[in-house]
Every structure is written in C-alpha cells, then in structure tokens.
C-alpha cells in the first residue's frame, strides 16, 4: 500500500510532481483550471494523461462513462451524472488514460485516471466551495468520488 499522497494544486511545482510520480507517489489533480498548461508542457501532459488543452470551458453536465470503475463505485458509494457549473479545462486522452466521465457538450475528460506503475486521477472540477467548484461542497452526489478516488489511489 502507497504511504503518501499527493493532492496537487496550483502551488505544486511540476519538479516535484515527477518526483512524487517517479517515486511510486499517487497524484490526484483537482480543478478546472488542472488540465492548464500541458500543451506547454509534455511533462504535464504526461503526468495529467491529457493534452491539447483549451481554456475555454464552460458550465456542462457530466456523463459517467465507466459505472463499474472504482473511483464512481466504490464503497463510499456510486457517483451518477450531474450538472457542473465550473468551467472545466476541455482537453483530449492520451494513450493509457482511462475516460471515466466525460463533459456532455464537448465529450471532453470531466474525470480521467492512470493506471500505470503510479496512479493519477484528473478530475476537472473543484472539491471545495470556492469559484470554481462543482458542485458546492458538501455535496452527496460527488463527495463518494472523492473519497472512491482517495480509496482507488492508495490501493
């Protein structure tokens, strides 16, 4: 079992992301602005599993793709579409992300992992009450993705 994770926000530096990431370390992006960045950045891109980024998201429903995966049922509980009024990053997979929700508009990532040799979860809304939150915390319609994503993570 992993004994650290990292939570990466804007503060984070991407130095320190590849080295969570080479050390085994899971990372979970969280916001509407994470996916900012990667087409400036291969190492981002690679680290985020997204690339071809466009800041011109918008307030969108999100679909779930994949019901069966772990970080949408869990055993925090299952996580079922919902509308999102942050405006979320529109970007494309890389090879070797797993789509597991999708923005319904533009089918752009709302929630993506990795799992490789390091997990790493994308979820391109907040988790907390802030501008760029979706939906406002608490919530119980996402707050099992939360805690399913923790859970999936230190695996």
Known sequence: AHQRLVAAGRIATL?????????????????????????????????????????????????????THPVVHGPYGDVQGFWCDADM?????????????????????AIAVTDGSTRTAVQLFGA????????????TRTEPLLRNTLEWLME
């Open 89 to 109: 990053d529109v970007a494309l997979t890389i090879p070797g992300t797993e789509l597991i929700a999708e923005q319904d508009t533009t089918g752009a990532p």
């Open 15 to 67: 130095p320190a992301l590849e080295a969570a990431q080479a050390a085994g370390i899971p990372i979970y992006f969280i916001g509407d602005d994470a996916a900012d960045g990667v087409d400036d950045h291969s190492a981002l891109s690679s680290l985020l599993g997204l690339q071809t980024w466009t800041d011109g998201g918008f307030a969108d429903s999100v679909n779930v793709l994949d019901p």
């Open 128 to 139: 907390a009450a802030s501008h760029d939150t979706c939906p406002q915390a608490p919530d």
